[in-house]
């Protein structure tokens, strides 16, 4: 996580890996005295051992991802499609984000299978109206395979 502190303000900058580590960089403001420390602002960031000045992070968000997009939304309508298909899956709901919510007889389970083969996926079968529920996230080409497998072999 990065931090970039000004008198009011601090901005958390948050970085995440998408697919073929494409860096995505969200930015949240939080009120200062809601944060433990203060101060100027910081001219230079560090991630991961490297430096960042304010301008490369600038441009970092300008950087055009579309072509990791469409990857990303072909993934998630050949996985919308491939989960439907799946006898221990009971719903895939439609979604425009980089993730699928699915509905299954046996969430736990699943779940559990799905940890063990490293898939990133969410239990969500205890929040209210998630009841039965994973969140799968949509992963690279061969990551999402892996997931299918596991998905078509699964056994409650």
Do not use: W
């Not at 502190?5 to 995440?16: E, H, M, N, P």
């Not at 007889?105 to 490293?118: C, H, K, T, W």
């Amino acid at each position: 996580m990065l931090f970039l502190c000004a008198d009011r303000y601090r901005i958390f900058i948050l970085q995440q890996l998408l697919l073929h580590s494409i860096l995505e960089i969200r930015i949240l403001h939080c009120q200062q005295d809601a944060c433990a420390a203060g101060g100027e602002v910081q001219a230079a960031l560090q991630i991961a051992g490297v430096r960042l000045t304010q301008r490369a992070v600038a441009e970092s968000l300008r950087r055009d991802i579309s072509a990791q997009v469409a990857a990303i939304r072909a993934e998630r309508s050949r996985l919308a499609a491939a989960l439907a298909a799946c006898p221990c899956i009971g719903q895939v709901y439609p979604s425009e984000a980089n993730f699928l919510l699915v509905k299954t007889a046996a969430p736990d389970p699943l779940y559990r299978e799905l940890i063990a083969a490293g898939v990133i996926v969410r239990n969500r079968s205890r929040i209210a109206g998630c009841e039965g529920c994973l969140r799968i996230t949509v992963g690279r080409p061969e990551e999402n395979d892996r997931m299918l497998e596991t998905v078509k072999n699964f056994r409650p």
